[in-house]
């Protein structure tokens, strides 16, 4: 999974995830990744594990704010302050 400088597949992508890497969420109003108002956008639609979507989950990528496709990523894996994919 890739993680990109917006919420859709035409946006850059600044790094690669493979299975089982931790990701910190973007929480600057909330330490709740999965709350849609502030841990969710939408964006592009996608297709991932046989499901269509348009959103995408606010991450840290070196310090800085980025996205990956929410239906790519097991949200209930990732705690408040996981590490940072650089």
């Known amino acids: 999974m890739k993680i990109r400088t917006g919420p859709g597949a035409g946006y850059t992508a600044v790094a690669q995830m493979g ?4 990701v910190g969420c973007w929480y600057p109003v909330t330490t709740d990744c999965n709350n849609t108002s502030t841990g969710v956008t939408t964006g592009d639609s996608y297709t991932c594990n046989g499901t269509t979507s348009n959103k995408w989950l606010k991450v840290g ?12 990523v097991n949200v209930s894996q990732i705690p408040p302050g996981a590490t940072v994919i650089g």
Not at 19 to 22: I, P, R
Not at 61 to 72: D, E, F, K, M
Request: with cysteine; aromatic share 12%.
């Open 19 to 22: 299975s089982g890497q931790w």
């Open 61 to 72: 990528h070196n310090l800085t704010l980025r996205y990956v496709a929410l239906g790519c």
